[in-house]
């Protein structure tokens, strides 16, 4: 079944403590991109990845990492998380034909205390 | 200015109802696509329908289609015939170009609550 999914589903942690939300996908998609979403504003994108080895900022960068050493997978890294990170997180993957949609993750939430 | 505009925060609609959603957007690009997204109370994102810039004819998809107006910048959501497992929030969003990054921009959203 062709799907993108992430770990964990929720965490709660405290302010500071470096954590790491995964995202695979097994559909051989060359995109990949975290997303962020918070009442009222929608989804704002986060980081993106063209491919291998190759990552871009979106919107709302600060506070956030990301690394693709491989196709399948774009963690998305938290070094010193602060309580305005507390948000929703979807992971989304497309291949390169402009007309492809992206596929979501189902979400990762995320409170800091 | 925002790109993708939603005008109507929520909607309250009878079972079987047609129902619009609206959703305008702002771009200076000739290539572009229209996407309409469902998170039901779940969370996950549902992809419903595409639209490309240069496509003559409007999307359908089942109950879904898309009223793209191209020179009103406007690309409205119609679902027909709406059911209780309608009710979600409705999300409209934007990718600009043919190259380059494939980022989404996304509305506000409008939360869509359909009563029986």
């Known amino acids: 079944e062709a799907q993108v999914t992430q770990n964990p589903r929720y965490l709660i942690t405290v302010t500071g403590k470096k954590l790491t939300v995964t995202c695979s996908q097994n559909?051989?998609?060359?995109?990949m991109s975290w997303y962020r979403q918070d009442p009222g504003l929608g989804l704002r994108q986060i980081y993106y990845?063209?491919?291998?080895?190759?990552?871009d900022k979106g919107d709302v960068p600060e506070g956030y990492k990301v690394s693709r050493k491989e196709k399948r997978n774009f963690p998305l890294i938290l070094e010193s998380p602060s309580p305005n990170q507390t948000s929703l997180y979807f992971c989304?993957?497309?291949?390169?034909?402009?007309?492809?949609?992206?596929?979501f993750g189902p979400g990762t939430r995320l409170l800091v205390l | 200015a925002q790109k993708i505009t939603q005008t109507q925060p929520g909607m309250f609609v009878q079972e079987k109802e047609a129902v619009t959603l609206d959703c305008t957007y702002d771009?200076?690009?000739?290539?572009?696509?229209l996407f309409w997204y469902k998170q039901p109370s779940s969370g996950e994102m549902i992809f419903l329908i595409y639209?490309?810039?240069?496509?003559?004819q409007n999307a359908t998809e089942g109950r879904y289609s898309l009223n793209f107006q191209k020179a009103r910048k406007s690309a409205n959501l119609v679902i027909s015939a709406s059911q209780l497992g309608d009710s979600a929030m409705y999300f409209c969003?934007?990718?600009?170009?043919?190259?380059?990054?494939?980022?989404?921009?996304f509305g506000q959203g409008t939360r869509l609550t359909i009563n029986p």
């Open positions: 989304a993957s497309s291949s390169t034909p402009p007309q492809e949609t992206q596929y």
């Open positions: 559909m051989n998609h060359e995109y």
């Open positions: 990845s063209m491919n291998v080895e190759v990552t």
């Open positions: 771009t200076s690009d000739p290539s572009y696509g």
């Open positions: 639209q490309g810039s240069y496509d003559q």
């Open positions: 969003a934007m990718r600009e170009g043919l190259q380059g990054a494939q980022k989404l921009v």
